[in-house]
Nanobody
């Protein structure tokens, strides 16, 4: 079993910064991809940023140049540094790990979600 725990959300003024963290623990053979998604009220969940085991990154156009995804592989932790925040970044943010649990079985695991609210 794999557990995923997020932290770091909160309330911030427009133009401010926040850093989200998400740690996976448990039965982990390796981690393929780590990502952050967000879901605003009345909207579908969308990909914010992702990073592969090789270090390749992918960002939503709306956050390019403002958000940075990074990892600490020794701690099975993924971070999302969010700068120049805008009110439209307000959402619940979820981390996602694609984990190879054994050499033949891969599954994905989600964090519990953390609220980010940006006031204007």
């Amino acid at each position: 079993q794999v557990q995923v725990v997020e932290s770091g959300g909160g309330l911030v003024q427009s133009g401010g910064s926040l850093r989200l963290s998400c740690a996976a623990s448990g039965r982990i053979f390796s981690i393929n991809t780590q990502a952050w998604y967000r879901q605003a009220p009345g909207k579908q969940r969308e990909l914010v940023a992702a990073i592969t085991s090789g270090g390749s990154t992918n960002y939503a156009d709306s956050v390019k140049g403002r958000f940075t995804i990074s990892t600490d592989n020794a701690k099975n932790t993924v971070y999302l540094q969010m700068n120049s925040l805008k009110p439209e970044d307000t959402a619940v943010y979820y981390c996602n790990f694609i984990v190879r649990v054994t050499s033949w079985y891969t599954d994905d695991y989600w964090g519990q979600g953390t609220q980010v609210t940006v006031s204007s």
